[in-house]
């Protein structure tokens, strides 16, 4: 079974594609032209993202995520990626400066829509810390400033393999995969 991942971001495909390959399911990057939307809710822009997209011969899916960080009202939330590009991760750390509670959630959902229309969207979180210097040098965006509960090392600091069993991307990914082969 193959699947298009709406995105270019080629760490994201490299990450969901190891979730699915056990499942026998092909990820196929795709250039389809993804509205950027803005709102409060990640899952309601993964939705309306994969709504724009025509069906086609195979499920299309579109992944949203965002770091939430407790002691900043769920900043920078749906705005991760643009808060990444413009204050980078030292910015954030600024703003964590004398913060004692530096709980987080990383959260990501995967929305698809089948050949036939339907439109489901899967949820995965994962809970953790906000450290207080960036380490490792694998992974991308926040991975260097997030630590998963259970966990001593942060995203960066864990391989591919390794980040996918803490991942929140990981978690949407797998019942994603269970729902396409009818698991659930």
Same mark, same amino acid.
């Given at each position: 079974?193959?699947?298009?991942?709406?995105?270019?971001?080629?760490?994201?495909?490299? !990450?969901?594609?190891?979730?699915?390959?056990?499942?026998?399911?092909?990820?196929?990057?795709?250039?389809?032209?993804?509205?950027?939307?803005?709102?409060?809710?990640?899952? !309601?822009? @993964?939705?309306?993202?994969? !709504?724009?997209?025509?069906?086609?011969?195979?499920?299309? @899916?579109?992944?949203?995520?965002?770091?939430?960080?407790?002691?900043?009202?769920?900043?920078?939330?749906?705005?991760?990626?643009?808060?990444? !590009?413009?204050?980078?991760?030292?910015?954030?750390?600024?703003?964590?400066?004398?913060?004692?509670?530096?709980?987080?959630?990383?959260?990501?959902?995967?929305?698809?829509?089948?050949?036939?229309?339907?439109?489901?969207?899967?949820?995965?979180?994962?809970?953790?810390?906000?450290?207080?210097?960036?380490?490792?040098?694998?992974?991308?965006?926040?991975?260097?400033?997030?630590?998963?509960?259970?966990?001593?090392?942060?995203?960066?600091?864990?391989?591919?393999?390794?980040?996918?069993?803490?991942?929140?991307?990981?978690?949407?990914?797998?019942?994603?995969?269970?729902?396409?082969?009818?698991?659930?």
């Amino acid at each position: 079974m193959k699947l298009y991942l709406a995105t270019q971001n080629k760490h994201k495909i490299d !990450e969901i594609a190891m979730i699915l390959a056990p499942y026998s399911i092909q990820v196929i990057a795709a250039p389809f032209k993804k509205l950027e939307l803005q709102s409060k809710n990640i899952e !309601e822009i @993964a939705l309306k993202a994969v !709504e724009s997209i025509e069906p086609q011969d195979a499920p299309v @899916a579109v992944e949203d995520s965002g770091l939430f960080i407790d002691e900043l009202n769920g900043f920078p939330g749906p705005y991760s990626s643009y808060v990444y !590009e413009t204050i980078g991760i030292k910015g954030v750390l600024k703003l964590m400066q004398g913060v004692a509670d530096r709980s987080a959630t990383f959260i990501s959902v995967i929305a698809v829509k089948t050949p036939q229309g339907e439109i489901k969207a899967f949820k995965g979180e994962t809970k953790g810390t906000v450290t207080l210097q960036p380490r490792g040098k694998h992974g991308f965006g926040f991975d260097p400033i997030f630590q998963p509960l259970g966990s001593n090392k942060t995203f960066a600091e864990m391989s591919i393999e390794e980040k996918n069993i803490y991942s929140h991307r990981g978690k949407a990914a797998k019942m994603l995969a269970w729902w396409l082969r009818g698991i659930i």
